[in-house]
């Protein structure tokens, strides 16, 4: 079977996008769905249900991402025996937010560039929630992601620095924040949170302590998303500090006074430990320690 048509696949398989795989990969849709049409055939099997809305794999589908995950890594294994000792090649995929991507991974990345300048760097930014999903879907070698309260146990953490999560309200809406004598009234102040990940873990949790029945006027995906909403007024929010410090929209927003602490992140390298077998991953590893 094809190994671009496998790559191809499990690119797929991970964005669940034709038209954003066929830009990242360099293909055309027309020839992206002749690829899946190609594989389906030789299967005999659906490997995904599509509509004009959304695309999901089938069981089929599934299964076969198990397989072209273990031939793919068996053939980058290859390639790593077949290649020069002391020339290390191939490609080093990694995942991270935005804001991880120009504010942790230059230094690290200028190290590795300098060192390794034969490995190819494929670099996929988003929702920093996302990070750890996407290690585990081995669509990633590394992440840049926030340490979680309980750490897959394949997967191996290093941990670049720690950012306090910050409550931020509107410069120019201060009336969006509805006081009592006893402080804010959260009950009452409308909110806007993450829609899942880490963050979203953190703040639950504090209401189901405090026994609060928050308003919350948005669930939002992503950090910067929240910064917005809450410049526009909609609500106050919860962000890492070092999102909000990188932020264009810092000067339109506040960090609240006399807020709940919640515990900070811990924002580190993160891969599954076997990828640590991989002497790109390895490499990388092994530079980030080096701060």
């Keep these: 079977m094809d190994i671009r048509y496998l790559q191809l696949f499990r690119h797929l398989s991970g964005t669940l996008h034709f ?28 490997l995904f249900v599509r509509d004009n809305r959304s695309v999901e794999l089938t069981a089929a589908g599934m299964a076969f991402k198990k397989y072209a ?48 300048p034969g490995v190819r760097i494929h670099l996929e930014t988003g929702d920093a929630a996302k990070a750890l999903l996407k290690l585990s879907n081995q669509d990633a070698d590394a992440v840049i992601a926030a340490l979680p309260d309980s750490l897959p146990k394949d997967f191996v953490f290093q941990t ?56 919350i006027y948005s669930q939002v995906a992503g950090n910067e998303a929240i910064i917005v909403m809450v410049s526009l007024g909609c609500g106050i929010g919860l962000v890492p500090r070092m999102v909000l ?9 506040k960090i ?28 990388l590893w092994s530079i980030a320690n080096e701060r």
């Excluded at 273990?70 to 991270?96: A, F, I, K, P």
Aim: net charge negative.
């Design 245 to 253: 410090e990188k932020s264009p929209f810092f000067n339109q927003v």
């Design 160 to 215: 670049l620095f720690r950012t306090p999560l910050v409550f931020i309200a509107p410069l120019q809406y201060p009336d969006i924040v509805i006081h009592t004598k006893a402080g804010i009234d959260w009950e009452q102040t409308p909110l806007i949170i993450p829609d899942h990940g880490l963050s979203r873990d953190r703040i639950d949790q504090w209401f189901a302590k405090e026994n609060f029945i928050p308003n």
């Design 69 to 116: 995950d273990d031939v793919l890594q068996r053939w980058g294994r290859l390639h790593d025996e077949l290649s020069s000792d002391d020339v290390l090649e191939g490609e080093l995929s990694l995942y991270c937010s935005v804001t991880a991507a120009y504010g942790i991974l230059p230094g690290i990345m200028a190290r590795y560039r300098k060192a390794y």
């Design 19 to 46: 038209a954003r795989t066929s830009q990242a990969c360099y293909i055309t849709p027309s020839a992206l769905t002749r690829v899946i049409q190609r594989l389906e055939a030789d299967l005999g099997e659906k």
């Design 256 to 283: 609240l006074d006399h807020a709940p602490k919640l515990p900070d992140f811990v924002i580190g390298l993160c891969t599954r430990e076997k990828n640590l077998a991989n002497p790109r991953v390895k490499a």
